[in-house]
């Protein structure tokens, strides 16, 4: 009995230290998937900062080996498994291991994602499939081997990493976009059951911009010209600076940036012809620089080498996100704003009274 009531009172405690502004003087267990390039890899060196304990879920041994040293230097204990998230079998054991080797999984990441430029005239079913199956059914597979968990001990947080532009769906990366709008209704509904349990499990969708990963090097293609991330460029340490936020705030939704420009002036607006939307965001998807026919793509098997979090585009990226700046400040802004009307009302309550003054 005495154990119990422990037991109850450290869970309580662990709740409170999630709570905004609070943090664990205990490192964090956190598993990120497909943190080995690109967003993971720019957030397993975030966590990694602030000395948690990272395990790594990739398919690609070089990049394993790169992150895990990344992490290691930056102060962090690191667990790297070679797991492939579009099998459940490999995801439940990769998580059996992490809370093995490391306790249990306080932060579960769902990051991994692949994709493929083409037209949907030129895809074939096992490449929807493919893409469907690590992009979706990764983050599926991840949740249900940690919510189980999770569950058990009443706390935790699983973090899911969208995208902001995939999420209306744009031409040339259908495949990729069905999946993340797949993952929007499954969020949503795993939110709406865990509330109704009074769970203390969270989940939080991270929504991101166009980010310099490298995924436009690796990512099969069957364009005659190489692509580019649509819209305004962000850094990948945008993307995990919005993760790391996200995993300390009671947030449905964070936002490390915005949709292409393209998308917020002219998407469903009936003013502006359907081509022109079409045409803008293929042709801001492509460079002027043929593509290789012969390189070799991440869909069936990693690319050798490590892969790193960097794309090309660094001349172009930013490491700024007016959005997240004002996501993480939200409340001070609204508290500010609160003030400043309430200041305009009494203002403006004390200028309309009548002067008892006698005027000489």
Known sequence: MADQKIKKLADKIRELIRK????SSEPEVVVITGGTSGVGRATAREFASKGAKVAILARGEDGLHGTKKDIEDLGGIALTIKTDVADPVQVEEACRKVEENLGPIDIWINNAMTNIFSPVSRMRPDEFRRVTDVTYHGQVYGTLAVLKRMLSRNRGVILFV????ASKGIPLQSAYCGAEQAIIGFVDSLRKELVHENS????TLVQLPAINTPQFNIVKSSLSNKTKPLGRIFQPEVAAEAIYFASRHNRKEVHAGSPSIETLLVD????????FLADSEIEGQ???????PGRKNNLWEPVPGDPMAHGKFDANASNFSPQ???TKHRGIIMAVTGALIASILVIKALSGKKSNVPLS
């Open 20 to 23: 905004e502004g609070y943090h």
């Open 162 to 165: 969208g995208s902001e532009n």
């Open 200 to 203: 203390n499990v969270r989940v």
């Open 268 to 275: 469903n607006n009936p003013l502006v012809g359907g081509k």
């Open 286 to 292: 492509l460079l002027n620089e043929p593509e290789d």
């Open 324 to 326: 997240l700046w004002l």
